[in-house]
């Protein structure tokens, strides 16, 4: 008899250790559930990554049960290696090194765009006053494939100078590096962005064109992401886009927060300087970050003298618009600024 009660309460005890054991793998009622992890890669800091930031900071990200990571790699072309090796998921991105991948049979594709045209100035040295006067100077780019590079190449053609030939395209390791160079006299002109503008300012250099004058659409820094990921992953995906679309709408509502930010990753904390990479940010930031096949058209036009495959390709295939789309067309991006 002994025996039998022996087992039974051993029985008992074995149960009730199952039920603490599950309990403890199980969130409690209103904890939060496990989130997924994302490493996020970026190459600048200018205003079209200002949505990821906001998105980390603000806790969007969060809020769609999402843990993620956002990591500066220096060029784009190098990120969209890294991107193709499975080692990210999503990337902000110049849409040339994206678009380059995919012309090599890479399925990157752009799902999301940052600012809609450059957000490049272009600074010189006090004593070029037009563009015709930049014909034998040297002017810098990031890196060679950079957006700054793809960008210089378009606007110089654009007031009929051949890139090639008119002028020498000078590598100065990234735009908050030009200033520098500048007063080096390495180079005698840069693209820059908001908030290096500013200090570039304070140093005298010269404002020659702004993004209207330089006036192209192109995204600098476009989210993109392998389609294959997109289709085995749309959940997280969409999760993905709900804190980004957020988190521009708290840019356009939301001043203070969103400098305040912008200072933080930019190590800007010139007040004239960030409320100048703000008014720039609302500007050109859509409140719908869909893309559009006239920024891809401008892209084929300047890979196209490099990869004769671009003139010929079709636009639609650099583009993923489903995300956007189904947020816009749901009422949810509406819903975020009643």
Known sequence: MSTKITAWRAAVVLFASLCFSLSLSRPLSGQTPLQHRLRIPFSSYGPGLFPLWVAKERGLFAKQQLDVELLYIATSPTIIQTMLS?????????????????????????????????????????????VEQLKGRRLGISRPGSSTDFAMRFLLQKYGLDPKRDVTLIPTGGIPKAPAAMQARVIDGALLSPPVTSRAQRLGYRQLLDPLSIGFPFYSAAVTARKSWLDSNPNLARRFMKAYVEAISVIHRDKIFTMKVIGKYSGEQEREALEESYDYVVKALPRVPEPALDAIRTGLKILAEKNPEAAEAEPSRFIHTRFVRELKESGYIDSLYR
């Open 86 to 130: 499975g080692e990210v998921q999503l990337s902000s991105s110049g849409q040339e090194a994206a678009m380059a991948a995919n012309l090599a049979g890479g399925d990157i594709v752009i799902i999301a765009t940052g600012v809609i045209r450059p957000s490049f100035f272009l600074y010189t040295i006090p004593e070029i006053t037009k």
